[in-house]
């Protein structure tokens, strides 16, 4: 969604009556396991959905300094535990295999809240990786062009920082 301006031009298109947009991750990611998208396999930690994009899942978990990792997963995963599970990830470097993450994750959080913040973390850290939410903005701040007069957008988000960001470029 963020060239949509890009292909447009390519194909000499000025403006379109209507633009449907599904945020959702294409089950062609997650269905790789070698790409570490999923917590049911064990992988390398790359999570990007362009693989000749520079950084990786464990560039991020390894890296960042824990303040830093938190936020990333407080922001992006709306994640509570966030500063317990950072330090964790911290204390536990290099991470480099899902299930790395997935024993610093379960060393954080009680076993009966263990599936929800997995798929928050999960999801901050992809995010991050692919610049999900930039490239969101991106796209938002650019359809208004694209329509004509009258025309239609729909957008079908997946969580709630999708979803606050269409509402609030909607109003």
Not at 36 to 49: E, V
């Amino acid at each position: 969604f963020e060239y949509i301006s890009r292909y447009m031009h390519y194909f000499g298109i000025t403006q379109v009556d209507g633009i449907i947009a599904d945020l959702g991750v294409s089950s062609h990611h997650l269905d790789d396991l070698e790409r570490g998208f999923s917590i049911r396999s064990d992988a390398d930690l790359d999570m990007r959905f362009d693989s000749s994009q520079g950084i990786k899942a464990a560039d991020v978990l390894n890296q960042l300094p824990a303040m830093e990792l938190a936020d990333v997963i407080y922001q992006y995963g709306e994640e509570r535990r966030s500063r317990l599970i950072a330090r964790n990830i911290e204390k536990m470097r290099p991470l480099k295999t899902v299930f790395d993450l997935i024993e610093a994750i379960r060393r954080s959080t009680p076993p009966n809240h263990r599936d929800r913040t997995l798929a928050r973390v999960f999801q901050a850290i992809r995010i991050k990786v692919n610049g999900e939410l930039e490239k969101l903005e991106k796209f938002l701040s650019s359809f208004t062009k694209r329509l004509v007069v009258g025309g239609r957008i729909a957008i079908i988000s997946f969580h709630s920082l999708e979803d606050r960001r269409v509402k609030h470029s909607f109003k």
